[in-house]
C-alpha cells in the first residue's frame, strides 16, 4: 500500500519554506526521501530510521515520527534548484515476511520560482 | 561506472507482442527493484527481489514477470504487452534493509 503524501503540488519563490508530509497506515520502520527531475531517475537524499531522528542534507532535513506513522520534509530556503517532484518511500523490517520491499507515494511536485 | 543499467531506452510495441525489459548492476547488491511510473500514479511497485533466486510481488504485479538467476540481473517480462502498460519503468537496487536504493535510467514503453 503506498504511502500518503500532501501536498501534491506547491509552487514556492527563492527563498521560502515548504514542507511535504508522508504517512502511512502500516507500522513504518523506515522512511526514505528521494527527488526526481523532469525526464530523470529518482536521486537518493535520505533515509530515516526507527527512533524519532531528525537528518540533514544542505538545507533539507526531515523528521520521523514512528508512533504517528509520519515523516515530514522540510525544505528552509529554497533555491532554483530544489524543483522538482520528491517521493517517500516506506519499508524495512517486517514490511512482510521480512522482505525487502520499497513502496513510494504518489510524490509532491514542488516548484520554485525566481 | 559503477551503476544501474537498464535497456531498452525506450520501445515501441505492438499490443500482444512480448517484451523483456533488461536490468543489471554492478553493485553486488542484495535486492532489486521494478517500478512503473504515470502521471499522477508516482512510482508503483511491480516486483521485487530481495536477493538471488527469490522474487515478490508488488503492488501492481499483474501481466509482469521477473526473475532473478543471479545478483546482477533481474529483467521484467510481459507476456503479452497491452496498451495499459504503457509507462516509463524504472529499476532499482539497493544493499540492504535499511539502505538507499539507486536507480536505472528507466525505460519508456509506448504499447500501440
Known amino acids: 500500500q503506498q504511502p500518503v503524501q500532501s501536498p501534491q503540488a506547491v509552487i514556492l519563490r527563492e527563498g521560502e519554506d515548504a514542507v511535504i508530509n508522508c504517512s502511512s497506515s502500516k507500522a513504518l520502520y523506515s522512511v526514505h526521501w528521494y527527488r526526481q527531475k523532469h525526464g530523470e531517475a529518482p536521486v537518493f537524499l535520505m533515509i530515516?530510521?526507527?527512533?524519532?531522528e531528525q537528518k540533514g542534507h544542505e538545507k533539507i532535513s526531515a523528521s520521523f515520527n514512528e508512533k504517528k506513522q509520519q515523516s515530514s520534509l522540510y525544505l528552509t530556503a529554497s533555491q532554483l534548484s530544489y524543483s522538482g517532484t520528491y517521493f517517500c518511500?516506506?519499508?524495512?523490517?517486517?514490511?512482510?515476511?521480512?522482505?525487502?520491499?520499497?513502496?513510494f507515494g504518489k510524490g509532491t511536485k514542488l516548484s520554485v520560482i525566481p | 561506472i559503477a551503476g544501474i543499467t537498464q535497456a531498452p531506452t525506450s520501445q515501441i510495441l505492438a499490443a500482444g507482442r512480448r517484451m523483456t525489459l533488461r536490468c543489471t548492476q554492478d553493485?553486488?547488491?542484495?535486492?532489486m527493484y521494478w517500478y512503473r511510473q504515470d502521471l499522477g500514479l508516482g512510482l508503483r511497485l511491480i516486483h521485487y527481489s530481495n536477493t538471488a533466486g527469490t522474487t515478490g510481488k508488488g503492488e501492481v504485479p499483474d501481466g509482469y514477470s521477473v526473475s532473478r538467476a543471479n545478483t546482477d540481473d533481474f529483467p521484467l517480462t510481459l507476456a503479452s504487452a497491452v496498451p495499459s502498460q504503457t509507462s516509463v519503468y524504472f529499476c532499482a537496487s539497493r544493499s540492504g534493509l535499511n539502505t538507499e536504493a539507486f536507480f536505472g535510467q528507466g525505460t519508456r514503453l509506448t504499447v500501440v
Open positions: 518511500g516506506t519499508g524495512g523490517a517486517y514490511s512482510g515476511a521480512g522482505s525487502y520491499q520499497l513502496t
Open positions: 553493485m553486488r547488491h542484495n535486492a
Open positions: 530515516l530510521l526507527k527512533g524519532g
